[in-house]
T-cell receptor, first 114, second 113 residues
Framework: EPEVTQTPSHQVTQMGQEVILRCVPI?????FYWYRQILGQKVEFLVS????????KSEIFDDQFSVERPDGSNFTLKIRSTKLEDSAMYFC????????????FGEGSRLTVL | AQKVTQAQTEISVVEKEDVTLDCVYE???????LFWYKQPPSGELVFLIR??????QNEISGRYSWNFQKSTSSFNFTITASQVVDSAVYFC??????????FGKGTSLLVTP
């Protein structure tokens, strides 16, 4: 069964460092998303991406965050200068048809900022 | 406002009991989608169901069933004859005119033997 894969599964970084989280969406999917979940809290939407551009973003997704689809398979989330409060599980998701499609989530990348 | 409320923070049941997880949503849109996801202790998000706003038929899948009522803006989830493996956090979520899933805060279900 096709799946969304994320790397790394866990990353520890120092405050102020740049972090790149990587995702390989399901191959025929066109819509890509990043969500985050601070420990013990709900899952929060960060950004959606379609046709090589951001289609929607939340207020969490400030100038410290950026997304990119550098090639035909990867979808990355970059945090330029990490803060302690960026510590969370980051989930990538993809969908074939946007609003009407099922969202498939990856297993998440846990980011710990020290 | 577009939001999802899961009023039950934690539920504890004994194996084989039935349990219902409540979900109430708010949206101005007439076209929207409702979801349930399961998050086991391992942390991944497991898709359970998607329902569009025009389909109010209840759905049953094995021990799982869902009751969608637009009149009360609710999309409740029932597990029949619960099992220890059902222990997880369950999230209800709403997708409306944008592309974002708006999650509720989740209900933590503990099923004990």
């Amino acid at each position: 069964e096709p799946e969304v894969t994320q790397t790394p599964s866990h990353q520890v970084t120092q405050m102020g460092q740049e972090v790149i989280l990587r995702c390989v969406p399901i191959s025929n999917h066109l819509y890509f998303y990043w969500y985050r979940q601070i420990l013990g809290q709900k899952v929060e939407f960060l950004v959606s991406f379609y046709n090589n551009e951001i289609s929607e973003k939340s207020e969490i997704f400030d100038d410290q965050f950026s997304v990119e689809r550098p090639d035909g398979s990867n979808f990355t989330l970059k945090i330029r200068s990490t803060k302690l409060e960026d510590s969370a599980m980051y989930f990538c998701a993809s969908s074939d048809t946007g609003l009407t499609g099922e969202l498939f989530f990856g297993e998440g990348s846990r980011l710990t900022v020290l | 406002a577009q939001k999802v409320t899961q009023a039950q923070t934690e539920i504890s049941v004994v194996e084989k009991e039935d349990v219902t997880l409540d979900c109430v949503y708010e949206t101005r849109d007439t076209t929207y989608y409702l979801f349930w996801y399961k998050q086991p202790p391992s942390g991944e998000l497991v898709f359970l169901i998607r329902r569009n706003s025009f389909d109010e038929q209840n759905e049953i899948s094995g021990r799982y069933s869902w009751n969608f009522q637009k009149s009360t803006s609710s999309f409740n989830f029932t597990i029949t004859a619960s099992q220890v493996v059902d222990s997880a956090v369950y999230f209800c979520a709403l997708m409306y005119s944008g592309y974002a899933l708006n999650f509720g805060k989740g209900t933590s279900l503990l099923v004990t033997p």
